[in-house]
């Protein structure tokens, strides 16, 4: 057995209907939790698994990034094709690649890109992967309002109290895009990081613009002065992690895509 652990960075894909979210608990099921049971099934001695960022209950991963570190001589292939045999189902390793022994998945994030899927009309099959509101959205409006949310903003109004009790409320949003395709309303929201249920929250204000309930201005108005907007929260089954960002030329390049694609619909 080589002295030093060996550090791997991974790209998982999961659905979080059955997981409390990203982060371990001891009185729950975990994205997390279920990884650190089957690696050390899998590897010898200790492993130890961190995530680029927690995700609410329920929220699916696209190609959530984390890494693993371990005993092992098993390569990125085997790694994967182990893993998955002993992951749940609902939970699957998509990548793994060498990293170095210096790398964290969380502390060397530079972006983080979250996707939502808003339906238009009642969906049997897309049911758990979308938000279906029966009202009219004007999606331009919708837009409008996203794109106050640009640049870096005191987002105390979109979390609950305790969640900035020891993190700073201010976070730098590269990118807020709502789009419209077919019967789906698409909203991506790109950033620094994101405070527990900040997308969420963003996601359940700027539907409620899309319904002509509130104004772009008073969206604006909540960045400026903190108000609860609990009651605004979307369900957590139409929240995609979609992917991390450790490249700043990558992240970039994907700051400038214009295109956003459904997940499952």
Request: hydrophobic letters at 40%; a neutral charge; glycine letters at 8%.
């Amino acid at each position: 057995m080589n002295e030093h652990p060996k550090r791997f960075k991974l790209a998982l894909e999961f659905d979080g209907g059955r997981y409390s979210g990203w982060q371990k608990q001891d009185d729950a099921r975990s994205i997390q939790g279920s990884l650190l049971k089957a690696a050390a099934e899998l590897f010898e001695g200790e492993v130890d698994v961190q995530g680029s960022g927690r995700t609410d209950t329920g929220v699916h991963g696209l190609r959530f990034a984390a890494h693993l570190e371990a005993h092992t001589e098993h390569s990125p292939k085997e790694i994967v094709a182990r893993l998955n045999e002993l992951l749940p189902k609902d939970i699957a390793i998509v990548e793994c690649k060498r990293a170095g022994a210096r790398f964290h998945a969380r502390h060397n994030c530079i972006g983080r890109s979250y996707l939502y899927q808003i339906a238009k009309r009642k969906s049997a099959l897309g049911r758990d992967y979308v938000w279906q509101i029966p009202e009219p959205l004007h999606a331009g409006f919708m837009q409008e309002a996203a794109a106050t949310l640009v640049g870096m903003h005191d987002f105390t109004s979109f979390t609950d109290r305790q969640a900035i009790k020891k993190k700073s409320p201010l976070v730098m949003i590269n990118k807020a895009q709502v789009a419209e395709t077919g019967d789906l309303i698409l909203v991506r929201i790109v950033g620094s990081h994101f405070l527990w249920k900040m997308v969420r929250r963003i996601v359940g204000v700027l539907a409620e613009v899309g319904k002509g309930q509130l104004t772009v201005a008073e969206v604006r108005h909540f960045l400026e002065v903190p108000v609860v907007l609990k009651k605004y929260t979307a369900p957590s089954q139409g929240l995609f992690f979609e992917r991390a960002f450790y490249d700043q030329e990558e992240l970039d390049g994907f700051l400038t895509e214009d295109g956003v694609h459904p997940i499952f619909f």
